[in-house]
């Protein structure tokens, strides 16, 4: 069975950093694109950054410049790496894969979900 667990939420002031962490873990054949999606008490979940297996990653407007994904495909997991943080970064941060399992079957797998808080 696959699953992703993430670790590194927390709590740090505006202007703080905090990095995120995303471990697959199970039986499959190879993950294509990892990335991260957040929401916010009120809204919709947002997709906040991708890195497509050896291509470039991409990222919303909101957080370019400021947070910055990575991948270990050895270690089978995804990095993000928030710096500048904003009150309005405040949000559930899920990870996300999109595995191949041992069928060749493709499925989109998701994290339980860290706290981000950004507050004084």
């Known amino acids: 069975q696959v699953q992703l667990v993430e670790s590194g939420g927390g709590l740090v002031q505006p202007g703080g950093s905090l990095t995120l962490s995303c471990a697959a873990s199970?039986?499959?054949?190879?993950?294509?694109?990892m990335g991260w999606y957040r929401q916010a008490p009120g809204k919709e979940r947002e997709l906040v950054a991708a890195v497509p297996d050896g291509n470039v990653p991409s990222y919303s407007e909101s957080v370019k410049d400021r947070f910055t994904i990575s991948r270990n495909n050895a270690r089978k997991t995804v990095y993000l790496q928030m710096n500048s943080l904003k009150p309005e970064d405040t949000a559930v941060y899920f990870c996300?894969?999109?595995?191949?399992?041992?069928?060749?079957?493709?499925?989109?797998?998701w994290g339980q979900g860290t706290q981000v808080t950004v507050s004084s």
């Open positions: 199970g039986s499959f054949l190879s993950i294509s694109s």
């Open positions: 996300y894969g999109r595995i191949r399992d041992r069928l060749w079957r493709i499925n989109d797998y």
